[in-house]
């Protein structure tokens, strides 16, 4: 039962363009999402957050929306660098008092060509 | 600031052995999580250790098993390995009630 779903397994984009990566789940009581990114033979970084009490968060080229009615959220990324050419893994989390677990997605691989 | 380190990086076992994989938190950083990594998969969470004691427990059996030590720094023990443990193990450490995670770059195990 895959309660976070990343439908798209890869992404390909030009530089300077937008990159839009797609996330959704099933469990209406999350409350907390974060998009982490992960290169090769590395751990995931922690990329960018946002709470159900909002719709947006943005942080530089970053920006994260969240549709709670069609349990969606989608990260932009604008202008897209070949950097920014990862594994990008949506994580979702249900409300505390316990383990900060988090439920990952299986992840898009996002390739910025020059 | 030190980061989250992970030992050993590779590791192959056989099947049936028991394994110890070692993790040092992120300085200042009080909660250690567990995470396995499929090939092919996002994360699973295994565990998280708080306060050297277990406080929440995905869907693993109790053959895996962990420990967390004074020092914050923590272990994941398997016994009895299956082929399908073989996985990369993620170690990530926080502070109490922060879900922004530092993950350490994982152990590589193969179980032949």
New interface residues.
Partial sequence: DQQ?K?NSPSLSVQEGRISILNCDYTNSMFD?F?W?KKYP??????LI?ISSIKDKNEDGRFTVFLNKSAKHLSLHIVPSQPGDSAVY?C?A?AP?G??????????TKLTVNP | ETG?TQSPTHLIKTRGQQVTLRCSSQSGHN?V?W?QQAL??????I??Y?REEE????NFPPRFSGLQFPNYSSELNVNALELDDSALY?C?S?F???????????TRLTVV
Avoid at chain 1, 41 to 46: D, W
Avoid at chain 1, 98 to 107: H, I, M, N, Q, T
Avoid at chain 2, 40 to 45: D, N, T
Avoid at chain 2, 96 to 106: A, E, L, P, R, V
């Fill in positions: 976070v990343q907390y974060l982490y033979a590395e751990g995931p970084t922690f957050s893994f994580a989390s505390r316990g383990s900060e677990k988090l439920v990952f997605g299986k992840g | 989250v909660t999580s995470y092919g998969q996002g994360p699973q969470f565990f998280q708080y406080n929440g427990r995905g993620l990530a926080s109490k009630g922060n879900y922004g995670y530092t993950f350490g770059s994982g």
